[in-house]
């Protein structure tokens, strides 16, 4: 069970190039995250999709655009990178609570992936 | 979702507990109060949840005050791997509200 897989672990960009970040879970979630990580910083979420076909911008979604491929997949795109989106990228997925229910919620991460941009 | 406010750091004894503390003084009534923590440049990890009652799992315990404005996070007998930062974040649980925010977390050093 590999859980939630993002690709690649590592990328160096030069400032202007776009890139996609893949990211890909096998525990059939319901909602998934993309979140960045400065140097010394807490997680600040980039965008967040709850369901299949739905987005959504969280704290610091400039520079970013995302797309839920289907149920397993959520990618994030930078269009046209900068030194400020240097960072560590994290996915993260997990399912939804039905109302008036108290199910497993927890999210699950990725390893990460580790962008430099120059 | 309501913000918390954890100490910026903390040391503990190696085999001690450590008690993790966290304010949440404005949780509303349908917020749960959830744990995670991470292990130096991994990805987050789930510890615990609750929602007003003393929750224990194999990795933790989870006090909640009565009044809901305050809990700890009790690592019973902390150990070297326990090194990490520990986050405590508040979330509404319902299926219009899924974004779920980190804050600044607590960074706990596990010294031998």
């Known amino acids: 069970n590999a859980g939630v897989t993002q690709t690649p672990k590592f990328q160096v960009l030069k400032t202007g190039q776009s890139m996609t970040l893949q990211c890909a879970q096998d525990?059939?979630?319901?909602?998934m995250y993309w979140y960045r990580q400065d140097p010394g910083m807490g997680l600040r979420l980039i965008y967040y999709?709850?369901?299949?076909?739905?987005?959504d911008k969280g704290e610091v979604p400039n520079g970013y655009n995302v797309s839920r491929l289907n149920k397993r997949e959520f990618s994030l795109r930078l269009e046209s990178a900068a030194p400020s989106q240097t960072s560590v990228y994290f996915c993260a997925s997990s399912e939804a609570l039905h109302q008036g229910a108290r199910s497993n919620t927890e999210a699950f991460f990725g390893q990460g992936t580790r962008l430099t941009v120059v | 979702d309501a913000k918390t406010t954890q100490p910026p750091s903390m040391d503990c004894a190696e085999g001690r507990a450590a008690n993790l503390p966290c304010n949440h003084s404005t949780i509303s009534g349908n917020e749960y109060v959830y744990w995670y923590r991470q292990i130096h440049s991994q990805g987050p990890q789930y510890i615990i949840h609750?929602?007003?009652n003393n929750e224990t799992n194999e990795m933790a315990s989870l006090i909640i005050t009565e009044d809901r404005k305050s809990s700890t996070l009790i690592l019973p007998h902390a150990t070297l791997r326990d090194t990490a930062v520990y986050y405590c974040?508040?979330?509404?649980?319902?299926?219009?509200?899924?974004?779920?925010?980190f804050g600044a977390g607590t960074t706990v050093t596990v010294r031998a």
């Open positions: 609750g929602l007003k």
């Open positions: 525990m059939n979630h319901n909602s």
């Open positions: 999709s709850a369901s299949e076909g739905t987005t």
């Open positions: 974040i508040v979330r509404v649980l319902s299926s219009n509200d899924y974004k779920l925010s």
